[in-house]
């Protein structure tokens, strides 16, 4: 069982910059590719990026690439979400999300094993 907790949401103004933490219990982080995901009022939860298990490939959805950046310290446990430029469309729910240790990363949220409780993001304009 693997317990992932969010943090970092907030209010910001438009082009303002927040950064999300992860953290995940247990010992096989390490061997687990993460992902981050965002649901906003009325609308069906999306994908936002994803990191594999070494953090040495990431995937972004086209609405944040190049303002938003995705890293992990398997030290910490811990995967963050660095978002720059915020936009009001990117208001939402951010949630972190574990991967069955060795799977490659992906896109897709049924693929992915446990999600955290989500940190709310509101960019006013």
């Known amino acids: 069982q693997v317990q992932l907790v969010e943090s970092g949401g907030g209010l910001v103004q438009a082009g303002g910059s927040l950064r999300l933490s992860c953290v995940a219990s247990?010992?096989?982080?390490?061997?687990?590719?993460m992902g981050w995901f965002r649901q906003a009022p009325g609308k069906e939860r999306e994908f936002v990026a994803a990191?594999?298990?070494?953090?040495?490939?990431?995937y972004y959805a086209d609405s944040v690439k190049g303002r938003f950046t995705i890293s992990r310290d398997n030290a910490k446990n811990t995967v963050y979400l660095q978002m720059n430029s915020l936009k009001p469309e990117d208001t939402a729910v951010y949630y972190c999300?574990?991967?069955?240790?060795?799977?490659?990363?992906?896109?897709?949220?049924?693929?992915?094993?446990?999600w955290g409780q989500g940190t709310q993001v509101t960019v006013s304009s």
């Open positions: 990191i594999n298990w070494s953090g040495g490939t990431t």
């Open positions: 247990g010992r096989t982080f390490s061997s687990r590719a």
């Open positions: 999300a574990a991967r069955t240790p060795l799977a490659v990363m992906t896109t897709r949220g049924y693929e992915y094993d446990y």
